[in-house]
T-cell receptor
């Protein structure tokens, strides 16, 4: 079974703190996407990483794809209450048509 | 470009009934995937349609079915509803056929009583 394990599962931090969310698998992925979902809404695509070792920045968010394309991380600098939500990694394991989602990280940023 | 739309947004049904949910993908996208999201199980893949053909199917019972029309719009149907079917049903469209980036609709919140 191909799984994407995310850690931590829950995270509650104060505004201004930094945090990192991890997404790990034993499978190689053609690419990985990160989404953020707010309650009652669909996930919104944040970024796609394709190349092993790739780093992408989106304002205060930094995304990294592992060299072996089996893992990824999301780092948020100086978190704000607007960053609150469910963060999901997802990807397409190489050689399959399947698209699988990570277990999710629920982030709450307190003002 | 208009996003993915889903109708209805909210639905209340009684156990044993059936329900049909609709999804209109982003213009030009040929793939539509359906997911069930519950607090306990997270986001679970139901099935994917690409050019009117079901290409992938998740581990759900046969009560869950879907189809895609020639204009890429998709419907999913759940027959003989059970209490455990209460969930947020999400539709996502993709240009490359379920791979890579998916663009989600707002979801249909189904409550089975």
């Amino acid at each position: 079974t191909q799984l994407l394990e995310q850690s931590p599962q829950f995270l509650s931090i104060q505004e201004g703190e930094n945090l990192t969310v991890y997404c790990n698998s034993s499978s190689v992925f053609s690419s990985l996407q990160w989404y953020r979902q707010e309650p009652g809404e669909g996930p919104v695509l944040l970024v796609t990483v394709v190349t092993g070792g790739e780093v992408k920045k989106l304002k205060r968010l930094t995304f990294q794809f592992g060299d072996a394309r089996k893992d990824s991380s999301l780092h948020i600098t100086a978190a704000q209450p607007g960053d609150t939500g469910l963060y999901l990694c997802a990807g397409h394991p190489s050689g399959t048509y399947k698209y699988i989602f990570g277990t999710g990280t629920r982030l709450k940023v307190l003002a | 470009k208009a996003g993915v739309t889903q109708t209805p947004r909210y639905l209340i049904k009684t156990r044993g009934q059936q329900v049909t949910l609709s999804c209109s993908p982003i213009s030009g996208h040929r793939s539509v995937s359906w997911y069930q999201q519950t607090p306990g199980q997270g986001l679970q893949f139901l099935f994917e349609y690409f050019s009117e053909t079901q290409r992938n199917k998740g581990n759900f019972p046969g009560r869950f079915s879907g189809r895609q029309f020639s204009n890429s719009r998709s419907e999913m149907n759940v027959s003989t509803l059970e209490l455990g079917d209460s969930a947020l049903y999400l539709c996502a469209s993709s240009f490359f056929g379920g791979s890579y980036e998916q663009y989600f609709g707002p979801g249909t919140r189904l409550t089975v009583t």
